[in-house]
Each structure stands twice: as structure tokens, then as C-alpha cells.
Nanobody, 120 residues
Framework: QVQLLESGGGLVQAGGSLRVSCEASESRFSIDAMGWYRRAPGQQRELVALISSGDSTDYADSVKGRFTISRDKSKNTVYLQMSSLKPEDTAVYYC??????????????WGKGILVTVSS
């Protein structure tokens, strides 16, 4: 299995910026995609941003134009730069990695989650 180390969470004022990072341990299998999901209080988990092995990206509509996801393949690390933060961005953010073993099922891995709190 892959181990995910998340960092960068914390408290930030509305309108501010924050960058969260997720480093994946070395894996026998290639990483098909990495990204971030979040769960806000009283809400279901939702996709925030995802970046594929081909560096294509996908964002939730609510964060487009404000968040930017990037990836350092040499470090097996994904970054999420969050700008113009809003109180509704407050959530536990979970790093997500999808492994792609040859001739096998793709496997999802989740970080423990880090709290991002945006104060008004």
C-alpha cells in the first residue's frame, strides 16, 4: 500500500491563501491520479481537484479560478494552492491517490485528512 503524508492545513482568514501538500510513499505501481477531496460539516465528501498522470486536471465548480492543483512526479507529491479562500471552504481535506497496477484493479488510497479552517 501507499502511505500518504498530508501537510499544510491550518487556519486562514477569508480572502487569504493556503497550500496543502500530499506526499505519497514509493509504490510498486504507477499513480493514475492524485488529488484532494473534502468534507465540510454536515455535507458529503466532494471532489475538490484532481490531476491525472497525464497532468490533466479537474476542479469542482466551486473552486475553479481560486484553487490550483499541481504535481511533482519526481517527489510523488501533489499540491493544492488555495487562494481567495471563503468560509465555505472550511473542511477536512483528504489526499486521494489512485494506483494503477498492471492488469489489476485500480486502487484508491486516502490520507488521514487535514483541517482547513477559513475564518470570516
Amino acid at each position: 500500500q501507499v502511505q500518504l503524508l498530508e501537510s499544510g492545513g491550518g487556519l486562514v482568514q477569508a480572502g487569504g491563501s493556503l497550500r496543502v501538500s500530499c506526499e505519497a510513499s514509493e509504490s510498486r505501481f504507477s499513480i493514475d491520479a492524485m488529488g484532494w477531496y473534502r468534507r465540510a460539516p454536515g455535507q458529503q465528501r466532494e471532489l475538490v481537484a484532481l490531476i491525472s498522470s497525464g497532468d490533466s486536471t479537474d476542479y469542482a465548480d466551486s473552486v475553479k479560478g481560486r484553487f490550483t492543483i499541481s504535481r511533482d512526479k519526481s517527489k510523488n507529491t501533489v499540491y493544492l494552492q488555495m487562494s481567495s479562500l471563503k468560509p465555505e471552504d472550511t473542511a477536512v481535506y483528504y489526499c486521494f491517490v489512485k494506483l494503477a497496477p498492471p492488469f489489476g484493479h485500480k486502487m484508491d488510497h486516502w490520507g488521514k485528512g487535514i483541517l482547513v479552517t477559513v475564518s470570516s
